[in-house]
């Protein structure tokens, strides 16, 4: 059985100044029906909005929502960090799939309660980009929670777009729990946004990460699998550093040597 939804708040009004048709409820009805302008809503709509009083309404009427409208609305929600449309679309639709994006979507914007509330009670999860994008914009509770509480971990992008940001916290955060590293760009996008401070930390990360490379090679035994290893992680740190001499031939004195 559907529930009933309440009259318009105007109906209601004006039926208690009329005892005779209040008692009617058939009419009240009758008259919302007419004056209900939520007919050219849809629940998509509405949910993006934030219109929770009218999602009641238009729920009440069962409105059909695809699973791409629902995708839509939850991320656009989870955006906003608004938890209580979010739950509400999810009560609506309690069987249909969303994407991952919904998660990142409130990843990206340093939602964290929304973050946690998905990670309890829907099963979706989420991608890399979540903590790739909440490094990029500086949000590092977000970060650690991911790295504690998900296993989808993150990319060298997390570190590349802390750089840019300038968010050394965050990169100091991530070079000592995470082992993606950065990409060879990572210290030009620090340069040309002006953070020095993140590129001396860049130069001084890098070369800790070859001594490490370098003990690892000493200690590991001669597996294939080892050596491999290694030399992957050998031609990212050789990347790093060429793509630095080109970067600094081409800024002239702008260089590592004078930040120093």
């Known amino acids: 059985m559907q529930p009933t939804p309440a009259v318009l708040t105007r109906v209601d009004v004006v039926l208690r100044e009329r005892e005779d048709v209040a008692a009617c409820f058939h009419i009240a009805l009758m008259i919302d029906e007419y004056l209900d302008e939520s007919r050219s809503w849809t629940i998509a709509r509405a949910a993006c909005i934030g219109f929770h009083h009218l999602l009641e309404r238009l729920g009440a009427r069962q409105l059909p929502i695809t699973e791409r409208q629902l995708d839509w609305a939850m991320r656009t929600a989870a955006d906003k960090g608004d938890l209580r449309v979010l739950q509400w679309l999810s ?23 929304i973050v946690r509330w998905l990670h309890a009670n829907r099963s979706e999860g989420c991608s890399t980009h ?26 060298t992008a997390a570190m590349d777009s802390a750089a840019a940001g300038g968010h050394l916290k965050m990169l100091q955060w991530l070079g000592a729990h995470r082992r993606e590293g950065c990409s060879s760009v990572a210290v030009s996008f620090a340069l040309f946004n002006g953070h020095l401070d993140v590129a001396r930390w860049l130069e001084d990360f890098v070369a ?40 600094n031939s081409r800024r002239g004195s702008l260089t590592f040597s004078t930040l120093v």
């Open 91 to 113: 009560a609506y639709r309690p069987l249909s799939k969303v994407s991952t994006r919904v998660m990142d979507s409130a990843a990206f914007s340093g939602h964290l309660h």
């Open 130 to 155: 979540a903590m790739d994008s909440a490094a990029a914009c500086g949000h590092l509770e977000m970060v650690q929670w991911l790295h504690r509480n998900r296993s989808e971990g993150c990319t």
């Open 208 to 247: 800790q990460r070859a001594s490490e490379i370098d003990s690892e090679a000493e200690d590991d035994d001669d597996d294939d699998s080892s050596i491999e290893r290694v030399r992957w992680r050998r031609s990212r740190v050789s990347s790093f550093h060429t793509y630095e001499q080109r970067s």
